[in-house]
């Protein structure tokens, strides 16, 4: 009977996901039209270089991104530090950080932080556009807070909520979203993977602050003003992905993952995601080679492309048991190619506690 109820609710989530696929697919006449772009940006190494296609099979705290149902398969604790070079020479820094904590049998929560950093600009004016009255740094923040749970041996579910700001020297913009996912595993050695998630639905975000103010000057009164202009209100970049993965175990020490995944964009073309994971374990250590390709319509168009990343991913990791204590540490790499700001390169470490 638990069984079940459990089935019919994991039916349930997935029903309501599937129903928004419509709702959901890419439209032309919709694309750039939404804002927080940075939503779309995967900021963890791992599963960057597998292509984006985890949907089904990426687990720990990097399934706040690819599908939050993959939380629950967090062993312990896992804490994260991820680098990227955003766009490669555009001088665009990604900051991520996060831990995920086991607090139950079946539950997972989860807290990370991506940081978007431009650097220092030039406030320049009407009356100065060479600058020379100081600078201002741009900011983009995503604060996540998640949890996912395992329902049985076979359905895994979860929800992630994300706090958005933006904000420049004189405006800023704050929003809040949301993530669901479904894992559904089978097989006799649990190889077999289907996930399906909806991400980024949340409320439209609307610039506010000084900056629309101007200082107006009537002539015929010889009076000052304050005159405040309206900003025009923009949704989030939402979308629905489905994923399939499936585990080739050779044996105890040696493994490939084959994934596939199709994201339904609201707002930018749709993509298919593939990529592949091959594991090695050894006595103290274990490493993982991934592979994956990002496709989209006109890709490799420069003149109808709707995106500067040419979806050729590619990347490693190594995770080991270090000192006399055994503290068990990974360090990964992911790249990401684009055209024309180069190699997008993310750095990353991982400590994973049993």
Not at 56 to 62: F, H, K, R, V, Y
Not at 63 to 86: C, E, M, P, R, V
Not at 161 to 179: H, P, R, S
Not at 275 to 295: E, H, P, Q, T
Request: hydrophobic share 45%; charged share 15%.
């Amino acid at each position: 009977m638990n069984m079940l109820k459990t089935i019919i609710k994991g039916s349930m989530i997935v029903g309501a996901l599937a129903m928004s696929f419509p709702t959901l697919a890419g439209n032309e006449d919709r694309i750039g039209s939404a804002g927080a772009s940075e939503m779309l940006v995967n900021p963890w190494a791992r599963s960057t270089a597998f292509g984006s296609a985890g949907v089904a099979s990426t687990n720990g705290l990097e399934a706040q991104f690819s599908n939050i149902a993959g939380l629950a398969f967090t062993d312990k604790t896992q804490i994260k530090f991820n680098y990227t070079n955003w766009l490669g020479d555009a001088n665009i820094s990604l900051n991520s950080a996060g831990i995920a904590q086991r607090v139950g049998d079946q539950t997972v929560v989860a807290l990370s932080l991506q940081a978007f950093g431009y650097g220092d600009i030039d406030i320049t004016t009407v009356n100065l556009p060479e600058g020379g009255i100081g600078q201002f740094t741009p900011r983009k923040n995503i604060i996540n807070i998640g949890v996912a749970r395992e329902f049985s041996n076979s359905i895994y579910a979860g929800i992630n909520v994300k706090l958005l700001n933006e904000n420049i020297a004189n405006l800023k913009a704050t929003g809040f979203a949301f993530d669901a996912g479904v894992r559904y595993v089978t097989g006799e050695q649990d190889h077999i993977k289907f996930g399906i998630t909806l991400r980024n639905v949340g409320t439209p975000m609307k610039y506010q602050g000084d900056g629309l103010s101007q200082e107006i000057f009537y002539q015929g009164t010889g009076g000052n003003a304050t005159l405040v202009q309206r900003s025009a209100s923009f949704e989030l970049p939402s979308l629905l992905a489905l994923g399939f993965a499936y585990d080739f175990i050779f044996d105890e020490n040696n493994k490939l993952t084959a994934a596939a995944a199709f994201h339904a964009n609201s707002f930018t073309n749709d993509q298919f995601n593939i990529g592949l994971d091959y594991g090695m374990a050894f006595s103290k250590a274990a490493v993982n080679i991934r592979a994956g390709f990002v496709g989209e319509k006109a890709i490799f168009n420069r003149d109808e492309s709707t995106t500067s990343l040419t979806g050729l991913t590619a990347g490693l990791s190594v995770d080991a048991l270090l000192g006399d204590k055994k503290i068990p540490l990974g360090f990964e790499y992911a790249m990401r190619l684009s055209n024309p700001f180069g190699v997008i390169n993310t750095f990353g470490v991982t400590l994973s506690l049993k």
